[in-house]
């Protein structure tokens, strides 16, 4: 089945006709949906199917038990009203890249397998890469059962209602043992294969970046009767630190987002009793990242001080800078046409995004691909990649897989 209508058939699954965004969600039907999707192209390939304790799902070319295993692949969930690459793009490229192999009739001296990483996005439950955590140990059990949604059902009772047992979940350092190199392509999220002019880009590092939650409560009131004086507002020390997160991310050289916001009782006519903001901040370098965020603290507290809100600060999640395995990415950059990193005929670039590959590095020998976004833009329904791009990614994947599972 070609690329294009591998795309084709995927990119329904969950998208919203209002806005052509995607809302498919860990452990929700268009999740199920997707699942289906990627059991289909396994089991049409006569890959060795299995879904892990963890929820993540893989297709196997050999057997994953001889070790040393080569793999590819990504995520399928997405962000609120995301774009179709993000994630997707590393899934199908997988199947494509899989196929032109087999076309090749390449000889592959070590297994070949195909992972679709679980809530990546952490979307529903807040904390990205849950599926690759859990495998990797970077998530414990008890923290995982402690994962609630907005509607106050917890990771578990999601698990269970689409059928996945989760007394099950846990590390799984048998399966990572198996994977001898990892390799993720992505749709790049950022311009600069788009400004260098190139289609494939070979990724460097992954920022370090976390997500912090903001409480700032005050006192709820009559929105109509209550004098200014006599208010606690705790939504004008929300707004203030918003803007100073933007002051202090422009100071480090670095982004800070407030992009999710909860108020109670979020009613029109009444004074927030409690303004909950998530702040998601990312620099190139851990000094700048600890600069913003301790900023944008301090600010938070002397805004609340002066408004007579309370404020409370919980560091959500956190990933500190990811360096891929240098060797790793030095093969690739030989597969796909340059020799050593100086005559590198594929750029390398750090990207501020998180991914799967970010927390299997370090564990696993783990590179990344990035495909060109001529806008840059993505988390976003105007996410895009032009087929031509995306299916010299697909080739480059197949070189990088049959240069790697050659020997
Ligand atoms: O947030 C991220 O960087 C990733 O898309 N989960
Ligand atoms: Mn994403
Ligand atoms: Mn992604
Ligand atoms: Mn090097």
Not at 125 to 149: I, K, M, N, P, Y
Not at 153 to 180: K, N
Not at 282 to 301: I, W
Not at 312 to 341: K, M, N, Q, Y
């Amino acid at each position: 089945m070609s690329f294009h209508s591998m795309w084709a058939e995927l990119l329904p699954v969950g998208r919203s006709s209002a806005s052509g965004g995607y809302r498919r969600y860990a452990w929700t039907g268009a999740d199920t949906d997707c699942r289906a999707w990627f059991r289909e192209q396994a089991e049409a390939r006569g890959l060795t199917y299995e879904t892990d304790r963890n929820g993540n799902q893989w297709a196997w070319l050999g057997d994953p038990a001889a070790g040393n295993a080569v793999v590819t692949g990504s995520h399928l969930d997405s962000v609120p009203d995301g774009g179709a690459f993000d994630g997707p793009l590393g899934v199908v490229s997988a199947f494509a890249a899989l196929d032109e192999l087999r076309g090749r009739g390449a000889r592959l001296a070590r297994p070949l397998g195909i992972v679709n990483f679980g809530d990546e996005e952490g979307a529903r439950f807040g904390l990205a890469c849950v599926g690759s955590r859990l495998t990797a140990g970077a998530l414990t059990v008890e923290q995982a059962h402690r994962l609630t949604d907005g509607d106050g059902i917890t990771l578990p009772q999601a698990m269970e209602a689409a059928g996945h047992d989760p007394d099950t979940i846990g590390p799984d350092p048998e399966r990572l043992a198996r994977i001898g190199a990892f390799v993720e392509l992505h749709v790049e999220q950022g311009r600069a294969l788009d400004l260098s002019g190139d289609r494939i880009g070979i990724a460097s590092a992954i920022w370090p970046h976390g997500r912090w939650r903001f409480d700032f409560r005050g006192e709820a009131n009559h929105a109509g009767t209550t004098r200014l004086a006599d208010r606690r507002d705790p939504m004008l020390s929300y707004a203030e630190t918003v803007l100073a997160a933007r002051r202090e991310a422009e100071l480090a050289g670095a982004v800070a987002t407030f992009g999710k916001i909860a108020v109670e009782p979020n009613g029109v006519n009444a004074i927030p009793s409690l303004v909950r903001g998530w702040l998601d901040s990312r620099a190139t370098d851990q000094e700048s990242l600890d600069a913003v965020v301790g900023g944008v603290e301090k600010a938070a507290r002397e805004y609340a001080a002066a408004h007579g809100a309370d404020l409370d600060v919980v560091r959500e999640s956190f990933t500190p800078v990811v360096e891929f395995d240098h060797a790793l990415r030095d093969e690739l950059a030989r597969i796909l046409g340059g020799d050593t990193e100086t005559d590198l005929k594929v750029p390398v670039l750090g990207t501020g995004a998180g991914h799967d590959a970010g927390i299997l590095s370090g564990r696993v020998p783990t590179a990344m691909l990035f495909v060109r976004n001529p806008t840059g833009v993505s988390h976003s329904p105007a996410e895009y990649a032009a087929e031509d791009d995306c299916v010299a990614g697909v080739s480059a994947l197949a070189d990088v897989l049959e240069g790697l599972a050659r020997t």
